[in-house]
């Protein structure tokens, strides 16, 4: 800001041209392609270290088949795999691969363009714009999943043990928090998790995750969680320290 | 309006079917017309709880199949009046039961039953989705113990995002707490979950408590519904149970452990 435009830019923009792994998509069953994945991986654990892959949707796109992008994304992360972009898919295929955060990438050969993405609206939900919240009543029972795309997830309810609450921004859980709490699922550094009762399986912030065992560090508490560097940090929400003084 | 309500665990051996049986059994007692129907199909129990296992000629699978009609599968109860049984097959697997197929059974049985109890199979496969998929109500049978609290957990769940009513966006489906195999004694111990511990957890109204009881097995084995033992403290819980269900204020009963008074510890009871 105090910068003269005589000073050189922060940063610059350049196009660059980069080889990717390709991904053909042939069905959405994501537990047939969790099975999939984990045979390759028996078969090349090197290759499967932060690997950037588009996900082609060339053998979908005729179909009316609307893959789970934010779980398919999720598991190919947790395989080491990192989803940069689809391609090839219908316009609703992408509008949907968009709002879970996957954008389409520019096509090597004719086939829908980005207005495709662009339009979809008529026949697809319209895209939400900008980050929001998805607020769920309804308590988390187990063995279910919520996720909120782009935004906060804010749920009013008990998250029950064996449940697994998702956000690519922070989690506020007005009530125990027993299940597994995953925030900044697409890496953003700063998501909180925040509940009223810490009794969690799992949290984690940006893909750093930590176990929690019983009666541990703010256990039952109201707590917040966050990243500090490398670190989990897990902290009372409480006034508590100001009201010592006090006394 | 005839009312739908599923009996369901996740976990098996809890005590649905007797639960089914007794509130039933209950209902009819009232004077409520009453149909318990068997979705364990394969693994046919029912029958020997309610005493009718001699009586089964068709089945809820010939029904679906229109290979019997509901007249020539239902078995009325030779105790209550106004209580019948719908058996389940034994000779086939769940896989015969198929949701056109169970939706016309139950429309039909609806025209005439004031209740239709389903009890679930365990699980949470095909016969306890079936089950559970047309329900208004549902009681949720709950041990007090972990894998129990959280299968039902499970199960409070699916009836939350895979019934028909929450598919269809309607008012949900309207969930009943039964904690069953209660034993005071134990949770004083500390080796029970106490009634607080599952209600914190689970979240839903409590409808009863049907405490641990040799009356159960008894009445299992004789096919006797023990809601009918008015002496058996398990009898007298489901007799609450079914006064709370139709409205009836009565406090909960066997929660705390009953002190034995001097003569009863001198001579026993």
């Known amino acids: 800001m105090t910068q003269t435009p005589t000073a050189e830019a922060p940063f610059e923009l350049k196009g660059s041209l980069f080889t990717l792994t390709v991904l053909h998509l042939r069905e959405t069953d994501l537990g047939a392609i969790e099975q999939a994945l984990l045979v390759k991986i028996a078969q090349a654990p090197a290759f499967f270290a932060n690997t950037p892959v588009v996900v082609d949707l060339d053998a979908l796109a005729d179909t009316a088949a609307r893959p789970d992008f934010a779980g398919l994304a999720r598991i190919l992360r947790a395989h080491g795999l990192v989803p940069v972009g689809v391609r090839h898919g219908s316009a609703a295929q992408l509008?949907?691969?968009?709002?879970?955060?996957?954008?389409?990438?520019?096509?090597s050969r004719p086939a829908p363009r980005r207005?495709?993405?662009?339009?979809?609206?008529?026949?697809?939900?319209p895209a939400d714009p900008g980050p929001h919240n998805r607020v769920v009543v309804q308590p988390v029972r187990s063995g279910q999943?919520?996720?909120a795309a782009d935004g906060d997830l804010t749920l009013l309810g008990p998250v029950s043990a064996g449940a697994e609450v998702l956000a690519d921004g922070s989690i506020h859980v007005y009530g125990p928090l027993r299940g597994r709490a995953l925030a900044g699922v697409r890496?953003?550094?700063e998501a909180r998790i925040f509940c009223l009762g810490l009794e969690a399986e799992l949290v984690s912030v940006a893909g750093r995750y930590r176990i929690l065992e019983k009666n541990g560090e703010g256990w039952g508490k109201a707590v917040q969680i966050y990243l500090s560097g490398e670190h989990l940090i897990i902290e009372p929400l409480t006034v508590e320290a100001g009201a010592h003084r006090k006394s | 309006m005839a009312k739908i309500i599923v009996v369901t665990s996740g976990k098996g051996g809890v005590g649905k079917t007797t639960t089914s049986a007794s509130f039933a059994t209950g209902l009819a007692l009232r004077g409520h017309k009453t149909v318990?129907?068997?979705f364990d199909v394969g693994l046919r129990n029912l029958d020997l709880i309610m005493g009718c296992e001699r009586r089964v000629v068709y089945d809820f699978v010939n029904v679906i199949n229109n290979e019997a009609t509901l007249n020539q599968a239902l078995i009325k109860d030779k105790r209550v009046e106004s209580l019948y049984v719908l058996p389940a097959s034994q000779t086939r697997d769940k896989d015969a039961l198929h949701k056109e197929g169970v939706e016309r059974v139950l429309e039909e049985l609806?025209?005439?039953?004031?209740?239709?109890i389903c009890d679930s199979p365990a699980g949470i496969e095909r016969g306890a989705m079936m089950a559970m998929y047309f329900a208004d109500e549902a009681l949720v049978v709950t041990n007090p113990e972990v894998s129990s609290v959280r299968d039902s957990d499970r199960i409070l769940g699916i009836l939350a995002s895979k019934s028909r009513r929450a598919e269809q966006a309607e008012e949900p489906v309207r969930e009943h707490l039964v904690l069953t195999r209660y034993s005071p004694e134990r949770v004083e111990k500390g080796d029970m979950l106490s009634v607080d511990d599952v209600m914190e957890i689970l979240a839903i109204p409590l409808l009863g408590v049907i405490p641990e009881s040799s009356a159960v097995l008894q009445s299992s084995n004789s096919g006797v519904p023990v809601v009918l033992d008015e002496q058996a403290d398990a009898g007298i819980a489901y007799a609450d149970l079914v006064a709370r269900f139709l409205g009836e204020e009565r406090s909960h009963r066997f929660l705390s452990v009953e002190r034995k008074g001097f003569f009863k510890r001198l001579f026993g009871n």
């Open chain 2, 36 to 38: 318990v129907i068997d």
């Open chain 1, 115 to 125: 207005e495709a993405t662009t339009d979809a609206g008529g026949d697809a939900k």
């Open chain 2, 110 to 116: 609806k025209q005439s039953f004031d209740y239709i």
């Open chain 1, 95 to 107: 509008a949907a691969a968009a709002a879970a955060g996957l954008p389409m990438l520019p096509e």
């Open chain 1, 187 to 189: 890496g953003k550094l």
């Open chain 1, 145 to 147: 999943q919520v996720y």
